[in-house]
């Protein structure tokens, strides 16, 4: 019987860190940079490995190579991230740019093989990277076999990539948040900047999708961001009628929805349905969606499109479940009011230790430049001493002496050519000491005030928005869903009927 405790408890445990492993590393974003862990690990080394937007494109089977050192799962695995990161239909701000084939919508994963494509970081990827560092991100990660560090979270400064949704499937945990308009959600982070108390409704942003399509539940889907759980965006896709040639185009599709589904899906029902008015369907999916479905004259064009959006994906749900991890280890639903300030203070306190590490460097290379102004002043005895000095350290020591400067300003002065201790230079040197002492200033009554942070926060969000922002492509509404039938109705035939006509020529 011990024996049997014993085992179940190893399970038991066992589970429990399995589980925590998944949740942890593999299947939530964090709430801060909403990036999956596994993600983060491959757009980190690309950028430490300048595959940037302004460097040249690199084979992407080099890209996996070079990601590989952190990566913690397999080539082909990592090969989907570059590739999905880089599809306009799946990411609605694409973090990487695919030179080749990235796939289409006709099916998933119908990408060109990594030897014949290219890929580097798109610009919006260095608003989440390029303050990445170890002044500005305290907590990191060892690799698998712990010779290099990723960051927990990345900086993502002006840029929240809640705009490109997330879905993931964890042990007893799931997340689904849908993709949103940059421009709008940079929007509510600066209203909700200038006002903490601003209410739901003016910060609220509805989903925007990649692919489009016609988001018809609004009030449904503001209460489940609203509360960060609940009922699901029901999205239609855009049906037209060509009246010319009696078909159905369609131009975009529900997210996450590909054509060969769209087309699989008419085709059985059609064949479960002989008389229900379709004749033909053809796939002309390139870059952009266009799936034509030929008609019969005599079908009721709105009926057959209630049948269409009912029983087939051309109507599909996308749930909402904000399940993040807080602070990258606890899974917590997040409200749409509560993951923008989570995002904000993390923007804080990056932006804060941004701060302290430039007004470091600052006062280092202004302590430099005092040093270089002394010498330069008293230029004939610095060279005497220089060339009297036996060696190095004691001509460091002698200049110490002599200019009241420390190890760090004679060591400054003695790695300098000759030709820049000239009085003619003194003057870049003091022009220098007035631009560092300017900027000194205006970091400390930044790091000194909340609202002049707040403003250079917000001046980072108006330059991403300026720089990357479009117009939305997902329209939302409110209209009732399509309900399932398969049949057509009936045309009610109207009857003749005779009928008495009285006109009252006095009537008004």
Same mark, same amino acid.
């Given at each position: 019987?011990?024996?049997?405790?014993?085992?179940?408890?190893?399970?038991?445990?066992?589970?429990?860190?399995?589980?925590?492993?998944?949740?942890?590393?593999?299947?939530?974003?964090?709430?801060?940079? =909403?990036?999956?862990?596994?993600?983060?690990?491959?757009?980190?080394?690309?950028?430490?490995?300048?595959?940037?937007?302004?460097?040249?494109?690199? !084979?992407?089977?080099?890209?996996?190579?070079?990601?590989?050192?952190?990566?913690?799962?397999?080539?082909? /695995? =990592?090969?989907?991230?570059?590739?999905?990161?880089?599809?306009?239909? @799946?990411?609605?701000?694409?973090?990487?740019?695919?030179?080749?084939?990235? +796939?289409?919508?006709?099916?998933?994963?119908?990408?060109?093989?990594?030897?014949?494509?290219?890929?580097?970081?798109?610009?919006?990827?260095?608003?989440?990277?390029?303050?990445?560092?170890?002044?500005?991100?305290?907590?990191?990660?060892?690799?698998?076999?712990?010779?290099?560090?990723?960051?927990?979270?990345?900086?993502?400064?002006?840029?929240?990539?809640?705009?490109?949704?997330?879905?993931?499937?964890?042990?007893? #945990?799931?997340? /689904?948040?849908?993709?949103?308009?940059?421009?709008?959600?940079?929007?509510?982070?600066?209203?909700?900047?200038?006002?903490?108390?601003?209410?739901?409704?003016?910060?609220?942003?509805?989903?925007?999708?990649?692919?489009?399509?016609?988001?018809?539940?609004?009030?449904?889907?503001?209460?489940?961001?609203?509360?960060?759980?609940?009922?699901?965006?029901?999205?239609?896709?855009?049906?037209?009628?060509?009246? !010319?040639?009696?078909?159905?185009?369609?131009?975009?599709?529900?997210?996450?929805?590909?054509?060969?589904?769209? =087309?699989?899906?008419?085709?059985?029902?059609?064949?479960?349905?002989?008389?229900?008015?379709?004749?033909?369907?053809?796939?002309?999916?390139?870059?952009?969606? =266009?799936?034509?479905?030929?008609?019969?004259?005599?079908?009721?064009?709105? *009926?057959?499109?209630?049948?269409?959006?009912?029983?087939?994906?051309?109507?599909?749900?996308?749930?909402?479940?904000?399940?993040?991890?807080?602070?990258?280890?606890?899974?917590?639903?997040?409200?749409? %009011?509560?993951?923008?300030? @989570?995002?904000?203070?993390?923007?804080?306190?990056?932006?804060?230790?941004?701060?302290?590490?430039?007004?470091?460097? #600052?006062?280092?290379?202004?302590?430099?430049?005092? +040093?270089?102004?002394?010498?330069?002043?008293?230029?004939?005895?610095?060279?005497?001493?220089?060339? &009297?000095?036996?060696?190095?350290?004691?001509?460091?020591?002698?200049?110490?002496?002599?200019?009241?400067?420390?190890?760090? &300003?004679?060591?400054?002065?003695?790695?300098?050519?000759?030709? %820049? #201790?000239?009085?003619?230079?003194?003057?870049?040197?003091?022009?220098?000491?007035?631009?560092?002492?300017? %900027?000194?200033?205006?970091?400390?009554?930044?790091?000194?005030?909340?609202?002049?942070?707040?403003?250079?926060?917000?001046? !980072?969000? *108006?330059?991403?928005?300026?720089?990357?922002?479009?117009?939305?492509?997902?329209?939302?509404?409110?209209?009732?869903?399509?309900?399932?039938?398969?049949?057509?109705?009936?045309?009610?035939?109207?009857?003749?009927?005779?009928?008495?006509?009285?006109?009252?020529?006095?009537?008004?």
């Amino acid at each position: 019987m011990s024996e049997v405790l014993e085992f179940e408890d190893v399970m038991k445990e066992s589970f429990t860190q399995y589980a925590g492993a998944v949740i942890q590393s593999r299947a939530l974003v964090d709430v801060r940079d =909403c990036v999956k862990p596994s993600a983060r690990q491959v757009y980190y080394s690309l950028f430490t490995y300048k595959f940037t937007a302004d460097k040249p494109f690199k !084979k992407t089977l080099k890209a996996i190579g070079s990601a590989m050192r952190l990566y913690i799962h397999g080539d082909a /695995s =990592c090969e989907g991230i570059i590739m999905r990161s880089g599809q306009p239909f @799946a990411m609605r701000y694409p973090l990487i740019e695919i030179e080749g084939s990235y +796939g289409t919508l006709t099916e998933t994963g119908n990408w060109a093989a990594s030897r014949y494509t290219s890929s580097r970081l798109s610009p919006i990827s260095n608003y989440l990277l390029q303050d990445t560092n170890k002044n500005t991100i305290t907590e990191w990660v060892d690799n698998y076999d712990d010779t290099e560090q990723y960051p927990r979270v990345l900086s993502s400064l002006g840029y929240y990539n809640i705009v490109n949704g997330s879905t993931g499937i964890a042990v007893g #945990l799931a997340s /689904s948040i849908p993709q949103f308009n940059l421009k709008e959600v940079n929007a509510a982070l600066i209203k909700l900047l200038q006002n903490e108390n601003i209410s739901d409704d003016d910060i609220l942003c509805y989903p925007d999708f990649a692919t489009g399509a016609t988001l018809i539940n609004k009030a449904e889907v503001a209460t489940s961001l609203t509360q960060g759980k609940g009922k699901a965006c029901i999205l239609q896709a855009t049906i037209k009628y060509d009246d !010319k040639e009696k078909t159905f185009i369609i131009t975009d599709l529900p997210y996450g929805v590909y054509t060969n589904t769209i =087309c699989s899906e008419v085709a059985k029902l059609v064949s479960e349905n002989p008389n229900i008015g379709i004749t033909g369907i053809n796939d002309l999916t390139g870059e952009d969606v =266009c799936i034509k479905i030929y008609l019969d004259n005599t079908v009721d064009i709105e *009926q057959i499109k209630n049948i269409l959006y009912a029983n087939t994906s051309l109507q599909k749900s996308y749930s909402i479940n904000m399940t993040m991890l807080e602070n990258g280890r606890f899974p917590k639903i997040y409200g749409w %009011r509560e993951a923008l300030t @989570a995002h904000l203070e993390h923007e804080k306190e990056v932006y804060i230790l941004l701060y302290k590490q430039e007004l470091a460097k #600052l006062k280092y290379r202004l302590k430099i430049v005092e +040093g270089i102004i002394k010498a330069i002043a008293q230029i004939d005895e610095v060279i005497k001493i220089i060339k &009297q000095s036996t060696n190095t350290k004691e001509a460091n020591i002698n200049l110490q002496t002599l200019l009241d400067i420390d190890e760090e &300003q004679a060591k400054a002065i003695l790695d300098m050519k000759l030709s %820049r #201790l000239a009085k003619l230079e003194v003057d870049k040197f003091i022009e220098e000491k007035i631009k560092l002492l300017e %900027r000194i200033s205006i970091i400390k009554a930044i790091l000194e005030s909340e609202e002049l942070l707040k403003q250079e926060m917000i001046k !980072k969000f *108006q330059e991403v928005s300026n720089k990357f922002s479009d117009q939305r492509r997902t329209v939302v509404t409110e209209k009732v869903a399509a309900k399932t039938t398969k049949t057509i109705k009936e045309k009610t035939e109207i009857v003749p009927e005779n009928v008495v006509v009285y006109m009252n020529k006095d009537a008004g």
